[in-house]
């Protein structure tokens, strides 16, 4: 069985839309966990927004580290509007908690979410979401769309790690998990 891991990069105040304020706090040391994380993933789950991003971008960028995963990678993405996907992806159609549900109970590694805020938050109300790997990074936006937008949920940490940029890298599971 899979776990669905979403990775995330948040401010202190908890905005994750739009992230080039990432840029000045990546460093090797973050590189380093994006990659170890995505070594034990077999395929991404996004939402359309993040998928639409990510497949404009991923595949003109050959040279950078990881492209080559990230490209080769399957993709499912979730969304109301597509029909079909390029770049290795599949849309997934119909009962998106039971399709992902589905998609947990095949053999291999762990799903990885990057972003994707609308489908996180979906998936988390039904209880899909296994491990959340949060990336803090020391800025605040005062403004912008949040990961976590209803509902109370508890979760425990698991472990936590802050880079030399001041990057809180917090790995939580769900309380009831």
């Known amino acids: 069985m899979s776990k669905i891991i979403a990775a995330e990069y948040l401010t202190l105040d908890g905005v994750m839309e739009n992230p080039a304020w990432t840029a000045p706090y990546f460093n090797d040391e973050l590189g380093e966990f994006q990659s170890e994380l995505m070594t034990t993933c077999d395929a991404l789950l996004l939402g359309r927004v993040t998928y639409e991003a990510f497949a404009a971008a991923w595949p003109s960028m050959p040279d950078a580290p990881g492209a080559d995963r990230m490209n080769g990678m399957p993709k499912y993405v979730a969304s109301r509007t597509l029909t079909t996907a390029g770049w290795n992806a599949q ?5 998106v908690a ?21 489908l996180v938050e979906y998936l988390r109300q ?16 005062g403004s912008g769309q949040r990961l976590f937008a209803t509902a109370p949920t508890d979760f425990k940490l698991k472990s936590s790690h802050t880079t030399s940029t001041g990057v809180l890298v917090l790995t939580y599971l769900p309380a009831n998990g």
């Not at 039904?126 to 936006?141: G, N, S, W």
């Open 91 to 95: 849309v997934i159609e119909g009962d």
């Open 98 to 118: 039971a399709a992902v549900a589905r998609l947990k109970q095949e053999p291999g590694q762990n799903l990885l979410i990057y972003g994707s805020g609308q």
């Open 126 to 141: 039904h209880d899909l979401i296994d491990e959340y790997r949060l990336m803090v990074f020391p800025v605040v936006l």
